[in-house]
């Protein structure tokens, strides 16, 4: 299983390359931005997936690709494990920026409604609802902000503060393989459902198939239920699992009608 085939080591060896001289422009400039914000460019649909936030991310990331990605490889080739590892990739990022966007423009209307109506208690609202991770940065300006609600400059500074909260939301990138390995793991539980895996944490065998939903419902509780200090892009994962669950019925219903 840890015999690396060709494809699998030269998708390894380009990310680690790319992390090692990966620092925060590069990061800024092809990390996957949302649809609203003014840094986004297509090219980063493909891009993010070779850029890492740290040394444990690209590890865990790395580990998938090669316990999973050589058993797939070797099953389908070279050409169609390529295709299905970006097809994967590139599913997991539209999903994300689509959920994203919905999430996104939400907080992008709350910001408008505040910019035409600012006010302390309005102020308030908006942080309880789209910025709790704010809070105890904002605790001076609250207090001050209360004690005098209409101060034209505590007014201005507030929706100076909503702009900057939307800014930094807007702009922040989603980097990481994370949605194409998450790919690669539903394909192998797909192809190998009954083959026995050893986990580490905690140190137990288990067959494929279970560690498959397994890592799919946690995906999806955390994603639906995710907080504002989770920065794991869950969607991003769920997406991946299900482009792969849809290539592989696909390709399994051509093979049927091509017999």
């Known amino acids: 299983m840890f015999s690396l085939t060709p494809v699998v080591r030269a998708l390894l060896i380009l990310n680690v390359i790319v992390f090692l001289v990966t620092n925060d422009a590069i990061i800024d400039q092809f990390g996957l931005h949302s649809f609203l914000s003014d840094k986004f460019n297509p090219i980063q649909l493909l891009t993010h997936m070779f850029l890492h936030g740290g040394f444990n991310h690209i590890f865990s990331n790395m580990i998938g690709l090669v316990v999973f990605g050589p058993m797939l490889e070797r099953t389908w080739g070279a050409q169609r494990f390529t295709f299905f590892y970006f097809f994967t990739g590139l599913g997991a990022a539209l999903l994300f920026s689509g959920i994203n966007y919905y999430e996104v423009h939400d907080v992008y209307e709350t910001v408008q409604a505040y910019r035409d109506n600012p006010g302390y208690d309005n102020f308030l609202g908006f942080v309880d609802q789209h910025a709790v991770s704010y809070y ?124």
């Open 136 to 259: 105890d940065r904002l605790t001076p300006f609250i207090d001050k902000f209360k004690s005098f609600p209409n101060d034209s400059k505590n007014i201005q500074d507030s929706v100076a503060i909503v702009n900057r909260i939307f800014s930094n939301q807007v702009d922040e990138p989603m980097v990481g393989a994370s949605g194409a390995i998450f790919g690669v793991i539903m394909g192998f539980g797909l192809l190998f459902p009954n083959t026995q895996l050893f986990l580490l944490f905690p140190p137990i065998p288990v067959k494929a198939k279970y560690l498959v939903i397994f890592y799919g419902a946690f995906e999806l509780y955390s994603g639906v239920y995710r907080t504002q200090a989770d920065n794991v892009a869950h969607f991003a994962h769920i997406g991946g699992m299900l482009f792969a669950f849809i290539l592989i019925k696909y390709w399994g219903s051509q093979r049927k009608t091509f017999y």
